[in-house]
DNA sequence: GCATGTGAAGCAGTTCACAGCG
DNA sequence: CGCTGTGAACTGCTTCACATGC
């Protein structure tokens, strides 16, 4: 055992329990009771061994010679996301990206419940949006207090995504996904994480300009997994 | 000089290239003629000798004493993310998310090219987002050999991207961006990103519900930035 | 016998620190 | 004299390999 108490999970480990977790519901839903690390991590694209030591960060949780207990297991990685409890998230910035989000069956669910959709243009305040009304970016601090909303969600242009970060930083949120295009600073306290669909793409256009110099040699069938 | 030729860039530094071709483009546009290593990497909230080192495996651009020419720097990157040509792109899932992005001007611009959106919904085939018609999937081989599109986006729900995937790799497609959270396998030859916004919620959830031991003790001010 | 859990080894990316050059 | 470019040190994630235990 590695650390059950002092807590240093590699940040590579925490960004691959959201896959586990899903694979496993998955599972669950097939009505599949055991996995080997083999097997589970096949299906999620990741080597066996980190698999096994990812899971071992958090506690013993399979059975040697039989494997691991899908809904048990499941339940522990739910557990360590902290996805028991509900959290109320704050979103602002109701463009075509926002409305899409707010409207996400996945984005918004499980223990994420939106208590405010924000924005400044007349034309889309009032708006019904998946049972939640816009409102004026004015109103987010009064919102954030009365709902104690700890995540927020910034879907504005880059122009505006610094200013709205300070606004939901001072009225206490301390964990921000920020889809704009532009670097956020923030106090340390505050986690932040950034989506650039666009650098995405460009990432992708680098690879196709930078061929590997001796790639796809053996493509000898979609033999990918293992 | 690490390796001009032998190409052997690490990922992560080919991750953040993105990020410092948009910094760039703001100080050009605000008219910054140099900046040195110690400057951009602030703005781009990155550590200098990382910056420097990232430069590197390109070459030699900047000048020992003064920094580095913005727009001479600027073309350098982009030249090296392959956007002084142009690349056919096609999407497929037209809901909300597809709608979005296709919209979106920073998603589709600068050197991405839209040749063709895709879905099977009759409520959206025939419809034209962003000037462009929706067609049904049927048709992506076809589009993909008459426009020679390289580049594919998936914003399909889960259960048809690996589908959808296939398609798109039989058709000539060797870069995809999925967006469905589902596990894709392709080729060795051709390269897939996944976005999972949900999974960005829970990392955060995670980081929430495991707050560090002895953090924001010095908070004094947002001294983020060096 | 078989699959987990984990020290130890290996490897990759980051950071340091300074020589080299404008 | 200042800032880049980079070998070397360092840190940390990944992978291996096997003892452990069902």
Redesign the interface.
Known sequence: MVERF??R?PEPT??R???Y???LRDLALGAVATVSSAELAS???VNAAKLRKDLSYFGTYGTRGTGYDVGYLLGQIER????DRE?C?VMAGM???G???A??P??M????RVVGLFDVAPSVLGEIVAGTGVAHISTLPDVCRQTGA??G?ITTPASAAQDVCDQMVASGV????NFA?S?L?????V?V?H????????????????P??A??AS?LG?G??L
Not at 185 to 189: E, G, H, L
């Open positions: 002092g807590r999970i925490v960004v329990l959201p896959l977790q899903r694979v299906a999620c694209g360590e996301l902290g996805l959290r998230v463009g075509h990206l409305h899409a989000l409207r996400s996945g984005f669910s499980g223990g994420f700890s995540m969600v301390n964990a921000i996904l295009p670097v600073v923030a106090p340390p306290s986690h994480r989506v650039d669909f666009s650098a995405e793409l460009q990432v992708l256009a680098f690879y196709q300009a930078h590997e110099p790639e796809a493509d979609a990918l997994i």
